[in-house]
């Protein structure tokens, strides 16, 4: 079977690094692939061939002499921004590579800890990471709104071309600078030295960046300053565009995530000999990290079906209490130090609708207390008007009553680490729970305090589905406008 040639660029300055390098790439994984690695000492020899020559990834030594470190990962960067970029480092510049994967790295792999297995899987991952980044990079360039994402520190990371018109800069002068701007949606604004004064209308909104929490700043012509047809047809082309991205992002990332749990599963097998303590620890770590983005992209592809009303609930009867149960025995570990509590009256009415979507809906609900809470969730449940109330409480930061209303909405939700600065973080479960809840007629919402505080209500029997609304088509004549409606 023939494979993939990956020629990869390593800029190290270390020669005994260098050697090992070549030696673990040039080492028997299983694979077809073949690895041609071309050296470079230094951050300025790698721009020179980089010149000259095409790679599919690079390797660089955060700590190579003569240009190392964030300043030279912003150099290669910007000689080639489509290279993916994988990092080597000691152990005490952890925290500098951390750094360096908000700055546009792919991965970084620590000096000591790497196979050939390991290394190579880090070079196929990367390439496939740069590869969806830059759909996505692709995606808001074709975007007429201006579009800026920035890090967790303010740092732009991507701008499109519709940006670069409005601010009067080029995304080469913007990206890696600080972007100041107010932490919450509403109305701005825009002055530049070298475009003229621009009111706007900018949300902000919860994204993930290269593997890393970001925010997508919108900026959109005031309303006052555009028609209404306008803002009708905009908002449906992002829909269109929203849905092909959620469809290709989520086929394309669940293709890397089944190859990473494949690979886990073969070292935890360890067929070449036990694990160290610290290799299990690693292992494990990657086992949590690939099991939490695997249920995210199940949340991303369930979202596509679960918007817009278009969710059909079965209508079967079936019990709470089970679910509860159910729920606890998940629970039930304490991992991460969190304990989680399931208690419920006695009686509980029998409920009717689709019982695996309830439990999607619980687990996502506890999920969101767990990610928050400092030790302690609390499930409780209890009769109420006809129907169940599930309460879903934490011992975290609360949310701010002004926050609340943003809570179940698409690709936004609080980052309650961050309430007092107003951070946004994405909520893709939390928009399920609304869309679940309200297939059965209930309803979810969440109240402000201490702690967070999260309920859903389930009517004992939900009222029959409402008929779907006539579609309108509209066609325009000279004289006046025609309108014609199909019945559903």
């Known amino acids: 079977m023939s494979g993939k040639t990956y020629k990869v660029l390593l800029i190290e300055g270390d020669t005994d690094e260098t050697s090992l390098v070549r030696r673990t790439l040039g080492g028997a994984d299983g694979s077809p692939d073949r690895f041609e690695v071309v050296e470079a000492v230094r951050v300025s020899s790698a721009c020179h061939l980089l010149d000259r020559e095409d790679f599919d990834a690079a390797i660089l030594d955060l700590g190579v002499p003569q240009g ?25 510049d952890e925290p500098l590579a951390e750094q360096a994967l908000k700055r546009g790295a792919q991965d970084y792999l620590v000096k000591g800890t790497m196979d050939c297995f390991l290394l190579k899987r880090a070079i196929r991952h990367a390439v496939e990471k740069k590869k969806l ?17 920035v890090d967790a520190d303010a740092h732009v990371l ?15 002068d913007l990206v890696g600078k600080p972007f100041a701007y107010p932490r919450d949606s509403g109305s701005v604004t825009i002055v530049s030295p070298r475009a003229d004064e621009s009111p706007a ?10 593997g890393e929490p970001a ?5 959109r012509a005031s309303a006052a300053a555009r ?26 990332m669940r293709n890397i995530i089944s190859t990473v ?70 629970n039930g570990s304490g991992a991460g130090g969190v304990e989680v509590d399931v208690a419920s009256s006695a009686g509980l009415p029998q409920l009717e609708g689709d019982a695996d979507l309830v439990l999607q809906m619980l687990r996502a609900l506890v999920d969101n207390a767990r990610r928050h809470a400092r030790s302690r969730v609390t499930v409780e449940a209890s009769e109420e008007n006809g ?68 309920f859903v209500f389930l009517p004992a029997r939900p009222p029959a589905p409402k008929p779907a609304a006539p579609r309108i088509y509209v066609s325009s004549s000279r004289s006046r406008p025609t309108y014609a409606a199909e019945a559903p």
Request: proline fraction near 4%; charged fraction near 25%.
């Open 133 to 149: 980044t830059a759909l996505v990079e692709r995606l808001l360039d074709q975007d007429p709104a201006a579009r800026v994402v």
């Open 387 to 454: 129907g169940v109330r599930v309460g879903v409480l934490d011992d975290g930061p609360g949310v701010a009553a002004d926050k609340i209303a943003g809570l179940f909405t698409s690709f936004s939700g609080l980052d309650r680490r961050e309430a007092a600065g107003g951070g946004f973080n994405g909520s893709l479960g939390l928009t399920m729970c609304r869309e679940i809840a309200e297939a059965h007629g209930g309803r979810v919402w969440a109240d402000a305090g201490e702690g967070g505080r999260f």
């Open 215 to 219: 925010r997508l700043v919108t900026f």
């Open 261 to 330: 749990k494949t690979a886990v599963f073969c070292l935890k097998d360890a067929p070449s000999g036990p694990l160290s303590v610290r290799q299990a620890r690693l292992v494990d770590m990657i086992t949590r990290n690939v099991d939490r983005q695997a249920r995210l992209f199940d949340k991303l592809g369930d979202l596509s079906r679960f918007e817009g009303g278009r969710l059909k609930a079965s209508r079967e009867p079936f019990d709470l209490g089970a679910l509860l149960g159910e729920l606890a025995r998940e």
């Open 227 to 252: 028609p209404a047809a306008a803002d009708d047809a905009e908002t449906k082309r992002l829909e269109g565009i929203k849905a092909l991205f959620t469809r290709r992002f989520n086929h394309e």
């Open 201 to 210: 209308e900018m949300t902000v909104s919860g994204v993930d960046w290269n």
């Open 158 to 172: 991507h701008a499109n071309p519709a940006a670069e018109a409005l601010f009067g800069a080029a995304a080469r």
């Open 68 to 92: 190392g470190g964030l300043e030279g990962l912003a150099r290669v960067r910007a000689q080639r921004p489509d290279l993916p970029i994988l990092l080597l480092t000691s152990l005490h």
